[in-house]
């Protein structure tokens, strides 16, 4: 049997303003390289960047939004993949964490507690420190 086959995708904003999927720029150690895609057959550099994974799941495409950030995008697509073969292979896997609950703001709450609370969502999202480059 054969699992579903898992592909990276960097969505780009081109120069005319329209965004798109590419195919990301792998260097020859194996790993990407951050930010860049292949655009009309060529290597670019794009400041905005996001890696994508495309899959199929019953039949269905299925995007999944990852992150800005290369190396946690190809673990991404690693985990994904060996959690499809393991399905298809019949190995029961423990299921993936959810994410935190949105936490209420009480009138009077210090500011420090809502702070920390977000940067918890933010941190499970992978998104800290990319949005300040």
């Known amino acids: 049997m054969s699992f579903p086959k898992v592909t990276l995708y960097v969505q780009v904003h081109l120069s005319d303003g329209r965004r798109t999927y590419l195919k990301p720029v792998i260097s020859g150690n194996k790993k990407l ?4 895609a292949y655009l009309k057959g ?30 946690q995008a190809l673990a991404a697509k690693r985990q994904l993949e060996t959690r499809l073969r393991a399905v298809v292979e019949g190995i029961e896997l423990a299921p993936v964490p959810k994410a935190p609950e949105p936490v ?16 918890d969502e933010i941190a499970y999202s ?4 990319h949005r300040f480059r």
């Open 33 to 36: 390289k951050e930010g860049w």
């Open 42 to 71: 060529q290597p670019q550099r794009f400041d905005v960047a996001i890696y994508y994974l495309r899959y199929r799941k019953a039949g269905k495409p299925v995007w999944q939004r990852l992150t800005r950030d290369a190396e």
């Open 104 to 119: 209420q703001s009480p009138p009077g709450r210090p500011i420090l507690d809502c702070i920390k609370s977000y940067l």
């Open 126 to 129: 992978g998104e800290v420190g």
